[in-house]
C-alpha cells in the first residue's frame, strides 16, 4: 500500500475544516483536498511543518507506512 495520509483523521481530531486548515497553512484547498485524499506522490517538508503546527501534532501523526 505504501505512504498513508491520515490528515482527515487529525482534522477530525482538532475540528478544523479544510478550508480553514488551507488558510492556516498557506495553500490552496484543492492542494489540501489531493493530499488529504492521498492522492499526493510528495510533500514538501515545510507543508509537512506548517500543517504539523496548525494542528499541534507529529508527521508520524499524518504519515504512515502500510504494507
Not at 479544510?18 to 514538501?44: F, H, M, Y
Not at 506548517?50 to 502500510?66: H, N, T, V, Y
Amino acid at each position: 500500500m505504501g505512504i498513508v495520509v491520515n490528515l482527515d483523521v487529525i482534522m477530525a481530531k482538532r475540528k478544523i475544516s479544510a478550508g480553514d486548515l488551507a488558510e492556516k497553512i498557506g495553500i490552496t484547498p484543492a492542494n489540501l483536498s489531493i493530499l488529504k485524499n492521498n492522492k499526493a506522490k510528495a510533500i514538501r517538508f515545510s507543508t509537512l511543518e506548517e500543517i504539523c503546527r496548525a494542528l499541534e501534532c507529529q508527521p508520524g501523526d499524518i504519515l504512515e507506512f502500510k504494507e
